[in-house]
């Protein structure tokens, strides 16, 4: 039996909920949400759905921004969230750059770990097993496999270069954008 509480979705932040800029996104004005993102975040919150945000952002470490520039732009994207009828339950970053070897930068799997412990509350080696989780790149979808979610690919952002380049975890599932990932989420569950 599914309650709501095990009802997750774990999405990735840049180039899946906001727009990806390849010199970072470094302030509350440049975090500028993709057309028809929030209202998918609120969709989902409709039906049930808890939102787990995994997001890299290693702009901390490079010193592009501070985190309270990180914290100024998650509140802005409650504030949008809001009237639609949405939140986001939680957001678990990474702060490093791939050179500091750390757990938690994706495709690692230590922020799905934090996620797992903090919503399912299991040991097993497979705690996310069929979770969605949403990204534009393949190192957010590894990051969730290890752990038993089910790989969504969105074709935003760095999404449809993702696509091109290939070697898709099995199973992956592909979507125009964060809404079409809802859509189809949804209309599986009715």
């Given at each position: 039996m599914s309650s709501s509480s095990n009802k997750l979705v774990?999405?990735?932040?840049?180039?899946?909920?906001?727009?990806?800029?390849?010199d970072y996104v470094k302030s509350c004005a440049e975090w500028v949400p993709l057309p028809g993102s929030l209202e998918a975040i609120a969709l989902l919150n409709q039906a049930g759905y808890q939102i787990a945000i995994a997001t890299n952002q290693s702009g901390l470490a490079?010193?592009?921004?501070?985190?309270?520039d990180l914290h100024a732009m998650h509140s802005k994207m409650e504030k949008l969230l809001k009237p639609l009828g949405g939140h986001v339950d939680s957001i678990f970053f990474c702060p490093h750059v791939d050179a500091?070897?750390?757990d938690c930068r994706k495709p690692q799997p230590?922020?799905?770990k934090e996620i797992a412990l903090r919503y399912k509350k299991n040991d097993s080696t497979t705690p996310?097993?069929?979770v969605p989780i949403v990204g534009d790149s393949l190192r957010d979808l590894q990051a969730?496999?290890?752990l038993g979610a089910t790989p969504h690919?969105?074709?935003?952002?760095?999404g449809k270069q993702t696509l091109v380049k290939g070697n898709l975890?099995?199973?992956t599932h592909i979507h125009k954008d964060l809404m079409a990932f809802a859509n189809a989420l949804l209309k599986d569950k009715v």
């Amino acid at each position: 039996m599914s309650s709501s509480s095990n009802k997750l979705v774990i999405l990735d932040r840049d180039g899946v909920i906001n727009e990806d800029r390849d010199d970072y996104v470094k302030s509350c004005a440049e975090w500028v949400p993709l057309p028809g993102s929030l209202e998918a975040i609120a969709l989902l919150n409709q039906a049930g759905y808890q939102i787990a945000i995994a997001t890299n952002q290693s702009g901390l470490a490079r010193g592009y921004f501070s985190i309270n520039d990180l914290h100024a732009m998650h509140s802005k994207m409650e504030k949008l969230l809001k009237p639609l009828g949405g939140h986001v339950d939680s957001i678990f970053f990474c702060p490093h750059v791939d050179a500091s070897g750390c757990d938690c930068r994706k495709p690692q799997p230590g922020l799905m770990k934090e996620i797992a412990l903090r919503y399912k509350k299991n040991d097993s080696t497979t705690p996310l097993l069929g979770v969605p989780i949403v990204g534009d790149s393949l190192r957010d979808l590894q990051a969730g496999i290890v752990l038993g979610a089910t790989p969504h690919l969105v074709l935003t952002g760095k999404g449809k270069q993702t696509l091109v380049k290939g070697n898709l975890p099995e199973g992956t599932h592909i979507h125009k954008d964060l809404m079409a990932f809802a859509n189809a989420l949804l209309k599986d569950k009715v």
